[in-house]
């Protein structure tokens, strides 16, 4: 079946700093990947879906000058929280889509800013 | 109005219980309808697909309404396995993404 490896699992920052996460598509060619965020008790919620070779989408309310999406080729997709702040600690997750498999999520990545 | 509601619960339940679950929709363009089902801390898995005419796999059978614009997951024989947040998800025509409701948890008691 489709697998999305997302990297990595968890991570801790200083305030201010950027934390890049990847998303990779192995086995299939993912011209588009879905980014969402989820905080707490909350539901996922789309930020911004990003597509091989073009420029990100963003759902209202997501800044992209700070949350950075590059999907430079079919296999990989990233997402850089820039100057990362307390507020933006959050569960991070990728998806895509693949013909028959349907939709396959990456493994989220926990991020935790200090 | 949220484009997927859920009752977040928690629904506590002993081992056993049967457990009902409800969701309602606000885009009727929806094409597509799921449950998925989420760990704490862990990527949402797609528990099963749902279908107009309604379908089960195994203890689990899931309904959809569309006129009412409405989705309901059964468990029966409820595992401590099962205690876990499920998420009603539905999705468009096309490469689009999957809106997620807010999720209902359940904890199985032993």
């Known amino acids: 079946g489709a697998v999305v490896s997302q990297h990595p699992s968890w991570v801790i920052c200083k305030s201010g700093t950027s934390v890049k996460i990847e998303c990779r598509s192995l086995?299939?060619?993912?011209?588009?990947m879905f980014w969402y965020r989820q905080f707490p008790k909350q539901s996922l919620m789309l930020m911004a879906t990003?597509?091989?070779?073009?420029?990100?989408?963003?759902e209202q309310g997501v800044e992209k000058d700070k949350f950075l999406i590059n999907h430079a080729s079919l296999t990989l997709s990233t997402l850089t929280v820039t100057s990362a702040h307390p507020e933006d600690s959050s569960f991070y997750i990728c998806?895509?889509?693949?013909?028959?498999?349907?939709?396959?999520f990456g493994s989220g990545t926990r991020l935790t800013v200090v | 109005r949220k484009e997927v509601e859920q009752d977040p619960g928690p629904f506590n339940v002993p081992e056993g219980a049967t457990v009902a679950f409800n969701c309602t929709y606000s885009?009727?363009?929806?094409?597509?309808f799921f449950w998925y089902r989420q760990d704490c801390r862990k990527e949402p898995k797609l528990l099963m697909s749902?279908?107009?005419s309604g379908n089960e796999d195994g203890r689990f059978t899931a309904q959809l309404n569309r006129a009412s614009q409405y989705i309901s997951l059964l468990i029966r024989d409820s595992k401590l396995s099962d205690s876990a947040t499920y998420l009603c998800?539905?999705?468009?025509?096309?490469?689009?993404?999957?809106?997620f409701g807010k999720g209902t948890r359940l904890s199985v008691i032993a």
């Open positions: 998806s895509a889509k693949q013909g028959a498999y349907g939709y396959t």
């Open positions: 086995d299939f060619q993912a011209t588009t």
């Open positions: 990003s597509n091989e070779g073009s420029k990100a989408t963003y």
């Open positions: 885009n009727s363009a929806s094409q597509s």
């Open positions: 749902v279908y107009s």
């Open positions: 998800v539905v999705n468009s025509p096309g490469n689009t993404p999957l809106v």
